[in-house]
């Protein structure tokens, strides 16, 4: 009897401590200068997700289509490719499941995502994006998804060289690629992904858990209309 409520005793100790553990998983901070060339320093924030695949919901509105929503996928893939899988979502169709929830706007071309987050962890918890899909041009659908894409997955800002997919505007007619900086702004994010030794040395700058006053906070991420191509 005494060695069974010994074991018992063993096994609530791992319990406890393996719940500890998972709480206090500590995000690491990485160093802005380690991938080069960026723009980080022009941001406003550089956020993250604490894993991935995040789970992005489209939301089914008048405004909904299977070609819009597919077009957007397309976008955000061209994050998936460059970074080798390392970021990726998958698309849920149960709202409940959402991090991310998508819709369109035909009223407009541009796109807009508003990110809530904990400030001191600099950890993003929920992202909403829109899409203007005026005129309905395949091209630049896709321009919008993978610029938005980008403030979703943490970019908090813009870049300020107009070759970067994360400048304020996009050019009609012409996707938008990712450039050397952005996928360095995003590696920036989550280095622990891409660069081990790099992560290694910039564990002694983590963020574990919000203390009290961590209080999420929700930003809005406005985006310029796009450039004529003419
Ligand atoms: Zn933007």
Known sequence: MKNMAKLGSLWLLLLISG??????????????????PNYIPKLDALLRWRKF???????????????RQQLAIEGFQQW???????????VVDDEQ???????FDPSSKAGRTDCTYYPERREI????????????????????????????????????????????????GKLASLSQRDLNAVKTAYCELFDEE?????????????????E???????????????
Not at 198 to 210: F, S
Request: aromatic content about 6%.
């Open 19 to 36: 719940g500890a553990a998972f709480r206090d998983a500590q995000l690491p901070i990485c160093n802005e200068d380690a991938f080069q």
């Open 53 to 67: 695949p995040v789970r992005v919901y489209f939301v089914r509105d008048a405004h909904h289509t299977p070609e």
């Open 80 to 90: 998936t490719r460059l970074t080798d899988n390392k970021v990726r979502f998958e």
């Open 97 to 103: 499941e959402a991090q991310i929830w998508v819709r």
């Open 125 to 172: 918890i929920r992202a909403e994006m829109i899409i203007g899909v005026k005129e309905d041009v395949p091209l630049d659908i896709q321009s919008v998804s993978v610029h938005e894409f980008g403030h979703a997955l943490g970019i908090v800002g813009h870049s300020d060289d107009s070759k970067d997919a994360m400048y304020p505007r996009y050019t009609v």
């Open 198 to 214: 790099r992560a290694i040395a910039a564990l002694e700058r983590t963020r574990g858990l919000p203390s009290s006053r961590d």
């Open 216 to 230: 999420p906070r929700k930003v809005q991420i406005v985006c310029g209309k796009p450039r004529s191509s003419r």
